[in-house]
């Protein structure tokens, strides 16, 4: 079943583009956004105060912005959200899985982690990108969320594989009910791997869609199918943050910001209802 899971909350043609990049225009996703116990957002570049080459949204210390510019965008994205807290990791492309369960007194970034699990209302699980994917996933029945970093090694070591058995393991999640969303990244129209051969493996080369050209949106579908998710409820948005100049990417700049996802329970869910 092909659906358009995302809804861009661009403003109308009538309101100037300069507009459009001093306001916060995340991507939602309605699987996400119909789920009453979740908060999440896919924000693009525009909307903070950062200035180039980190404009101006940049959520990244590590990139050589001014770190004041930073924490006010980080502020500006947490208040949009209504999120009291941010867990983030400094990612290092690696698979280890950081297990929130229970409210930090204070925002963390913490060395070392590239995917996140919680099932505390009120932490916001940040992913920052430019290029790589984030894939969130919310676990309805248990009322669990996670948020993945997962770029092209984060592919070749399956991290989503091994978030989703951390998630099994600790919060009981079953894979069936999982929803999945990949966030905009890497496209098949940019995904070149000139030494695929010696970084990929072979069982990613059905997933090359032209000589040295590979989906890895395909790949982290098939990697979500593989862990036991249903494929309907898996949802994709095709922007290539390559071809796409409202998101950072490092391939076409190299020396720029990071965007980010976040995904977390809402803070007052245990009264709703
Ligand atoms: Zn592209």
Redesign the pocket.
Known sequence: MTSYPFFLFFPSKDISYSLFKIMLTPLTSPALSKQPPVFHGIFNRHGGTSTPPFTSLNVSFGVGDDPENVLSNRKRIKQYLGAQILVSGQQVHKTSVLVVDSKPDQDQEIPGYDSFVSNVPGVGLMVQQADCQAVMLFAPKTKVVANIHCGWRGSVANIISKTMHTMEKTFFCKSTDLLAVISPSL?P??GEFINFRDELPSHFYPYQVQPNFFDFWSISKAQLLDAGMRSGNIFTTPI?T??NTDWFSYRRDEITGRFCSIIGLKANQECAQ
């Open positions: 496209g129209c940019c290539c390559v071809c």
